[in-house]
């Protein structure tokens, strides 16, 4: 039997993944073995606070089922972001308690989560949930789940059920970091909402708010204890060594913006670097294409964050940025676009299914 060019690059790709996998292990057991807690018990009080902030894809779904109808009545799947989804949703139905909206959804029980979502705030908020469903669900583009999610709800719920993935567990810094104890209560640059074009309400709930410059801080002149914000690196290295398959879901927008965040790519360099399972969640092949020279003329220095001192915090953590941006081109060009583009044979076939599967959706509308 001779083997189809098609066959015979799976197969090699097959190596590529498996050696992949190998490597990450190694990355994995030398990250996992250095952990340790933090010497300051308050700031790793709060790690772990954060860390025990997950929330279920049910309840994800129920709350996106609620969006436009019971809450944000104006919600626009095609339009909306995840920023306004925070500010007209998030805010208003976790003021109450003054929590982060994962403690709302979950009930407030502590909820370890299996992966962590690396996502951008101007993003469509519709696209991160469809990312979300992407993993659990094994797709690896998101176009067809993201529209089901405004044509076909139900369809996507029962799949959900189907596969038996309503309890696999996330973690979304739009939902897990209390935005009481932070942004509520300011629009420092009067931001508007991409619907209805009004600036986002502020919230009058009260909570003292905790920035990285706010005291206490770390050793008189470092980051605040209290603040959430500055503590995402420890969080993931505290779960990936305590789950050697805590894993990362890059959700990324349609202009691929995502990668012009300093957090987000920091976030992602991290999740290498302690060798979590990474994974890219975008809409078709086709963008990937028309964005990859885009990707090989990143550099951290160019990049961008909400606030100034966040980009000079993040850049601080990075003694070497020319071999940092050196690390990143390896780890996207080497590393998650090739496992993006590539399957082996096993996932080629199941493909096939998934292939199927949208077809069948497709002629049913």
């Not at 805010?91 to 502590?110: D, F, K, N, T, W």
Request: charged letters at 20%; a negative charge.
């Amino acid at each position: 039997l001779v083997l189809s060019g098609a066959t015979a690059g799976a197969l090699q790709a097959g190596k590529v993944s498996r050696k992949a996998k190998r490597h990450r292990h190694t990355r994995w057991r030398g990250s996992s073995a250095e952990w340790k807690q933090h010497q300051d018990l308050n700031w790793h009080q709060k790690v772990e606070e954060l860390a025990g902030r997950g929330f279920s894809l049910d309840a994800l779904l129920q709350f996106y089922k609620g969006l436009g109808k019971d809450y944000m009545e104006h919600y626009d799947d095609t339009r909306s972001t995840t920023c306004d989804v925070v500010r007209g949703a998030i805010i208003p139905l976790s003021r109450e308690r003054q929590c982060a909206h994962s403690e709302v959804l979950m009930h407030g029980a502590c909820v370890r989560p299996a992966v962590m979502v690396t996502h951008g705030w101007g993003n469509l908020f519709r696209d991160l949930v469809a990312a979300i469903l992407a993993d659990a669900l094994n797709e690896v583009e998101i176009n067809m789940i993201a529209c089901m999610l405004g044509a076909d709800f139900q369809q996507l719920e029962a799949w959900v059920r189907a596969a038996k993935v309503g309890n696999r567990s996330y973690w979304v810094c739009a939902f897990c970091v209390n935005q009481h104890a932070g942004i509520c209560g300011g629009n420092p640059h009067n931001a508007t909402d991409a619907v209805n074009g009004d600036p986002y309400s502020l919230c009058n709930c009260g909570l003292p708010k905790a920035f990285n410059d706010t005291e206490p801080v770390l050793n008189g002149n470092g980051p605040s204890i209290p603040c959430e914000m500055n503590k995402f690196d420890d969080m993931m290295h505290l779960l990936s060594a305590q789950n050697k398959h805590f894993a990362q879901v890059i959700a990324v927008d349609a202009s691929f913006v995502l990668f012009s965040r300093a957090w987000c790519v920091a976030e992602i360099a991290l999740a290498h670097r302690v060798g979590m399972q990474q994974s890219l969640k975008i809409r078709s092949c086709q963008q990937l294409d028309e964005h990859e020279q885009e990707l090989k003329q990143l550099h951290i220095e160019h990049m961008e964050a909400s606030r100034p001192e966040d980009k000079e915090d993040i850049l601080k953590k990075i003694p070497d940025p020319a071999q940092f941006n050196e690390d990143l081109q390896r780890l996207l060009f080497d590393d998650l676009v090739p496992a993006w583009k590539h399957m082996d044979v096993a996932g080629q076939l199941d493909r096939v299914g998934h292939i199927v599967r949208w077809q069948a959706v497709l002629l049913s509308v």
